[in-house]
């Protein structure tokens, strides 16, 4: 085993878990869509290589959801909608602003 630092500044995990049992899910209720543009944002606005966005399954608040959590912050954003990317990405750019 390795052990590094990790590159990122920030890692941001959205849930995107689909349940097809009818219970509630993130990936039900827009997260993919919610993933793919914060992917997008953080190439267009140049942080690729310090804010990195992940898919994560499930993270245990699913009514909560969608839920997005960002580390080592340990910021968690719930019911978030693509009207509150904005908002995400501008804690992004003060947890990039910070030393
Ligand atoms: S399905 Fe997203 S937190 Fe459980």
Redesign the pocket.
Known sequence: MKQHKSPYKCHIFV?V?S?DEGR????NDG?EEIRSLLKSEIKTLGWKKVARVCES??????E????IMIYPQRIWFSEVTVDDIPEILQAVEDFLDEK
Do not use: I, Q, Y
């Open positions: 849930c878990k349940r509630t899910s993130c990936g997260a399954s499930c993270l245990g608040v699913c909560a959801g969608p839920n």
